[in-house]
Every structure is written in C-alpha cells, then in structure tokens.
C-alpha cells in the first residue's frame, strides 16, 4: 500500500464525482479528510439539519468531487440521513461510489453494501481497519472477495493513509472504464419474483425520473413507505393494484432482507478466515459440560451444594462467634446495666430487641456468602447456562418458556420474581408462574434455613440444606405438572438467550452488589424487623410478664394441635413461623425473643435445637421452607394478579403445601421411626 | 433466511442461544445477532429485557434486588407466528 499525496497543482483536463458511503464509524470521515485535505467544503444539505462535506483532489489529470455522505446502515428511509444518501446516489448519479467497510466487521457493513448494488451505480470497496482485523484474527481474502462481489475491493488503513491511492485510483479507473457492471447483487426468494414482476410491469413508464424501475419495484415489495407515496402520486392509476399486492405479500420485507443477509453469509464465508481466537475456544469448552443436558444438571446441582458448604464452613463460624461473642455477652451487660430499670424496659431492650434484631443480624456472613456466590457466578456468565439447562425442566412442567425467567429471580427474591411475570402475555400462564413463585426459595428464606439446620443435623447440615431446596424445585415442578394438566395444554414458546462468554469475575463489581444488597437487608432489619420484634415482644409481654401466659402464648397452645402433627411440641416455634409472614427473617427475630438471650451461654440455633428431634427441625425446615410468602410478596401478588380471589387461592395453596408436607415429613420418619 | 430464522424460534419449544442457532444455519453468530436485530425491528422478535427494565421502575424491592437482569433475551411476537402458520397454510396449500 502506497501514501497518498495531494496534487492539487496539476491541471485537469476532466473531472468525476465520487461519493463516500459508509456505515458510522467505519473511518468514512478519515478517507475523505485524508483524501481532499484542505480542499474540503463544509455545510449543510439543502433544507436538512445533518451535515454536507464535499471536497476536490486531482488525481492523474482527472479533478474528482468528492461528497462525503451521511453514513447510514441502511438505504431504507428509515431516517433523514438515510433519504439524503440513497437521494444523492439516485439524483445526482455520482460516477462511482466508495463504499467504506469495516473489515473487522465486515458482516455488519455489508448489509450497505448490497442496497448499493441495487441502486445501479459503480462501487469501489474500501476494506478499512484490515491492521485492527488482523489483530482480532481474522484474515479477508481481498481477491477472494473482489471475485465474490465482482466489484473492486481495496484494503485500506485510513487513520495511517495507506492504500487510499490504490482506492481513489481504483474509483478512477471505474469511472472511465467502458465494461458493463456485473456485481454479485443479493437474490430475492424464487417465489416472490412473480409479484416483484407484476409491480414492475405496473410501474414501468410511470416511475419519476430518474428513478430505476427494479430498484422502484423492490423497494414497494419491502414496504419503504417514501417509494409507496411517489408511486401513488406518479401512478394513480396502477396504485390500486399494487396496493392489493403489497398487503398480500405483506411478509416479502423477510425475504428480501433475508436474501441480503444470504448474500452477506456467502460473501464471507468465501472471503473471511477465521481463526478461533481464546476466549471462544474456552467458552465452548466449558459449555459442553456447562449446558450439557446431563452434565450441566451436575454442574448445576454442584454448584448449589458448593453453596451450602461454603455457608457452613465459611460463614457459619462466625454467625456463631457472632452470637457468643458479641450478642450473648452483650445481652448479659445490657441486663446487667438495666438492673435497676423497669422489668418491663429491660426485657424489651434484651429479649425484644437484642434477642430479636441482634440475632437477625447474626446470620449476616450467610447472607454475604450467597450474595458473593451470586455475583459471581453472574459476572462469570454461568447464570445464563443454568438458565439454559434449566429449560428441559421447564418442559416437564410444560410451562411456557418465558415462565423461567421470573421463576429464576425467585432465587434472589420472590418479589422481582412475581413482577417479572409481565413478560409472559398469555393470563392463565401468567397467574400459575405467580402461583410457582413462592416455591423458589428466596435469600431470606434460605439464610433462615440456612441458620437452623445445623442445630439439628450438626455436620449433615449441608447436606440436609441442599436436599430440602431440591426438594423445593422438585415440588416446584410436581406442582406445575398437576397445573398443567388442568389448565395449561402444554403450550410451550421458544426464545433466544444471548449467551455470553465466560470472563474473570470483577471483584469490584461483585464487591458493590453485595454491599448493595447487604445494605438493604440491614435497612430492613433496621426497620420492620424492629418493629415487628417489638410488636412480637409486646405480646410475648402481656398481661402479666409471662411469657408462658402471653397472648402470643396463648395463640401459639390454640395452634399447637396442628404442631403436634409435624413434632412441633412447643408453641413457640409454630408463632415463628407465623411471624415469618411478614419477612422470612421474622422467625430468627420471633427465636430470639421467645427463647430469650439474657442469661445465656449458647446460641440461638443451639436452644432451638434442643427443643426438637431431628424428625421434627426436619419438619420445622420443610415448613419454613414451603411457608406462605411474605407480606410484600402477597401485596405484590395482589397488585399483579389484581384480584384478591387469586391472592387467596395463592396463600391457601402454599399454606396447604406446607402443612401437609410438613406433616407428611414428620409422619413418614416416625413411621420409618427415624429421628425421634 | 431470516425466515428460516424465525420458523426455526417459532416452530420450537426450547431455549435457543445465539451460538447455537449460529450453528443450525451454518452462519456466524454476528450474523445471527444481526438478523435478530432485523426481526426485532421488523416487529417478528420482541426484547424481553426492555420489559424487566421497565417493570424494574415500579418494582417495590428493586433496592434489595438479588437479580440484575443482564441477559438479553428474545421471544417471538404474535406477529411472528402468524406469519410463519401463513407461510405453513401457504405451503400446504
């Protein structure tokens, strides 16, 4: 490739036009600036607000005008800049154009490419950025391509000025050539030829100077609504006709974009090489056992149960030195300082807030260990796999594809989750995925669990943790099996999922979003479970300062019959559970203030424990875990089903799963007499 | 070709990714990207992640949101599968 150098003291003895086309930023500016120098006139197209460069250079005698036109994608009158560059071409018929492509990224480019070749006019290609190509691995056979295209084409590195001699002379030599123009031009489907050969015979005679019939007649068959309204003014007579054709062949925009795209496969199929660069290789690698329909359920399955180890063996430690290091001793010191307080002051301060809130706050370290986990499983691209082998279950389920989508958010909060259901459009599928959704096991709801289980099940908490969210999805699926059945049909719709690749994950990034979703959760511990650990200990107060003969007590021995079914001996676990209606988080807050923390020296988990047999915390868990969502959760479900019947039908059904598995745990281990 | 596409999506059930449909028509997955692009424009596709990030707005929890939504995702609209069951008629015809 040779330097350009301007010759603008040489004589003329004729002259051409050329203009530039190009997508943006393809470098389009650069060839005209390096090209014209400072022989550039700069203002603004005729009536029209976008920008009109025009420049001269004298090139072996010959001056060329050169018009820099708007760059645009397309040809379609789409927008003002689009008009103005197919108007210049067609009116003002320059003697060559300079079609200014990528070859980074030639597919994109091309698309301009082929609606230029169907304007008629001669095109020289200019293959810019080939340095930035090469650097991404990809190699453009040029004569590959110029045989392909049968136009010439020109490697070119605008932003270091070479070969733009090559291409100015190539559109010279174009213009004075004498041979027939031949380009490779994009096919239209065999079918719609008929119609696109009726629209033609009816406009032939009829279509303004100086527009091309072809060019008239593909144009109406795709719908450009400036081509309709010229041809309705300048054939009123045919329009009728082609009217009545184009509302037949509505759809034949697909097939001639569709045989550009064709066109454009073909071109660099034949043209491009590319070599696999890293990132890809690796990617597909991971993704054959990522999305494998076997081996991506592993993977997956793993991953959760990853999860759960490294809750109990990272964060468990310390939500335990939390509580006997921090919250019990502080409990003793507060009580010890509130001696001479009222009896009532000092229960609240100990048993209400410290007992509840502290004790909430406790299971901190589990929450930033999922949320870690989390992020960066998100910010690694795993998420999106999950997703995707997810969806053969979604078939089970017969669900519609869509449905996975706000089902997947549950994870995080069941919230977003049942907001997310806007996207599926069919009602009925729309009002079982809401229904689904309280099944996913939210964060709270698995920090809850999360924080308990050991107390029954010591080493196998893990293990127990990861078993009873596979037993979640499992219902998860049973239930939209027995849906489906009865209301759905088994209607099922396919999307597309942009998957990315797999990257290193930014600890920065994975660092804000958990502080963000830390952040909130203390807001929320700051406030509502304040108060409602407030609210559970005024009534673990009244009348008379006994817990034992509270009105919660009370409510709590009204309910304990049903307890008794699933192991629940003592009233106190059934009214956590009631308060976890309000936030999941409730029943460590409810725990804390009913079991008390001034003169301990355990845990919470532990006191707990040692109030149940395994059989029954398996069946307190399962319940925890199955329970009617939080109040949000319902408020929301209200406001997106709008309907109170189907808000009802919605608690009603979770409240009876959770009971009768419940129940169903605890029976079937005192049957196996396991646990007991 | 983007026909093909768009039979492809509206005569399954599945997920699809990008590569993968790559794959199936024997084209680059930039080139997938831009006939998706074009159906989307055409009003054949939708972008399902334009209505997360809308229902985002109203969303009571989106301050606590553990889900930040970045996948792009697209769904066949009602359009789209009365054109490709017009085109089956037509076949069949």
Redesign the interface.
Known sequence: MTELKQNSSAHPRNSITVALAGQPNVGKSTVFNMLTGLNQHVGNWPGKTVEFKTGELVLNETLIHLVDLPGTYSLTANSEEERIARDFIIREKPDVVIAIVNAA?L??NL?LVAELLALDVPIVLGLNMIDVANQQGLRVEVNVLEAALRVPVVPIIASKNQGLMELIEAAQNLAESQVPLAPNRPDIRPERRPVLEEIRTLITGQVPQPYHEDWVALKLLEGDSEVMEMVERAAPKAWPRIQALLSQHE?A???I???R??W??RM?RAAVV?PRPGPIVLTDRL?RIA?HPFWGLVLLLGILGMVFWLTYHAAMPIVEWLDSAIFIPLANVVSIALANAPLWFSSLVVDGLIGGVGTVLTFLPILIV??TV?GIL?DTGY??RA??VM??FM?WMGLH??S??PL??G???N??AV??T??I?DRRARLLTILLVPLVPC?ARLAVVSFLTPAFFGTGAALVTWLLVIGNLTLLVLVGIAINRLLFKGA?????????LYHVPNARTIGL?VW??IL??LK?AGVLIVLISTIVWAFSWLPDGNVNNSLLAGLGRWLEPLGRLMGLNDWRLIVALLTSFVAKENTIATLGVLYGMGEQSVGLAARVGATLTPAAGLSFLVVQMLFIPCV?TI??IKQETASWKWTAFSVVLLLAISLIVGVGVYQLAALLNWGM | ????L?RL??E????????T?ARDL???E??V????A??TL?G??QS?KN??DY??S???????????????????T?KGHR?IN??NVKNLG
């Open positions: 990224l597919e994109r698309y759809d925009i697909l097939d974009t569709g045989g795209y064709e454009i496969a660099v590319r993704d999305t999922f949320f989390l998100e998420l999106a997703a995707y969806d053969r078939h594809g869509r996975f989508l997947f958010l994870f995080g909060c919230i977003p907001m997310g806007r996207i459009e964060t099922h719709t396919a999307f597309i999922m942009e998957i990315p979003y963000q979703n909130a959760f929320k949000a408020a929301v | 070709m983007l026909i093909d768009l999506l509206a399954s059930d599945c997920i699809h990714s990008v590569s449909l024997h084209v680059s930039e080139l990207q831009l006939m998706i074009e159906l055409q054949y596709l399902v209505n997360c229902q985002c109203s969303c009571p929890a989106r301050k606590m949101c553990a889900s930040r939504n970045t996948d792009k995702i697209w769904v066949v009602q054109l017009l085109i």
